[in-house]
């Protein structure tokens, strides 16, 4: 069976990597016999050629590498698959696929709103206005990925929704308060579309001040560990090619 390389992006913020690490550990207790290690893309240790390389001196000559980011973007396309082929180069004989990304997958819908109301927020209200916070790219289709999914909440739960991004791009959290008082929000919350605590959840509850509820990030829920071995298996079963 390959080994399970977790992805995450790492993070100056120690609660970002010790969030990952203990999903990395939900992971693995979901699945006794597989053999799941933890890597970074960046900021936190052990960064990703590092744990490939330990795989292949073990012997290894197939690993998945399962991305723990949440929208199809530079991260995904360029960073990750530039590591793998940098170790991939030098060791030709070690096969290593890249799986997709988590996405906005239904699992993670669920778990966000369940974070939302966490904050004791009553989402039947019809003057509750929500920000789904998210942290922002370059890359437009990660960005509509997300204001898509503000649209679905407001469609099948009838939430007064408003995107928000931490960095790249707009709108931010105080546009994004506007928007939804001019609409007749009356009481606000914050969903987080963040997998860790960070620097950029830190950003979004600043702006958007003490008496706006924020939720927690997505963390360590069963469906979050239920997914990164949906991505496992989807690619241990698929034909993609080597990275």
Do not use: C
Request: glycine letters at 6%; proline letters at 8%.
């Amino acid at each position: 069976m390959s080994p399970l390389v977790v992805v995450a992006h790492g993070s100056r913020d120690p609660r970002s990597a010790a969030t990952v690490r203990a999903l990395v550990e939900r992971v693995r207790s979901l699945a006794p016999a597989l053999d799941v290690r933890v890597a970074f893309l960046d900021l936190s240790d052990p960064p990703v050629p590092e744990v490939l390389l330990r795989l292949h001196h073990e012997g290894h000559r197939e690993v998945v590498v399962a991305p723990l980011l949440l929208g199809s973007a530079y991260h995904a396309r360029v960073d990750l698959p530039a590591l793998v082929g940098e170790v991939t180069s030098r060791l030709p004989r070690l096969d290593v696929r890249i799986a997709d990304v988590l996405g906005v997958a239904p699992a993670l819908e669920a778990v966000a709103l369940d974070r939302l109301r966490e904050t004791g927020v009553d989402l039947a209200d019809p003057e509750l206005g929500v920000v789904l916070a998210a942290v922002g790219s370059s890359n437009a289709t990660a960005n509509a990925a997300v204001t898509g999914l503000a649209e679905r909440w407001h469609q099948r739960h009838g939430l007064l929704v408003a995107p928000a991004f931490a960095s790249a791009t707009k709108p931010d959290v105080p546009a994004a308060l506007a928007r939804l008082r001019a609409h007749g929000a009356r009481r606000l919350a914050v969903a987080s579309w963040f997998l860790a605590p960070g620097l950029l959840p830190d950003r979004i509850a600043g702006l958007a001040g003490p008496e706006v509820p924020m939720a927690a990030p997505l963390g360590t829920d069963r469906r979050v560990a239920d997914l990164v071995l949906t991505r496992y298996a989807e690619t241990r079963s698929s034909q993609v090619i080597p990275a």
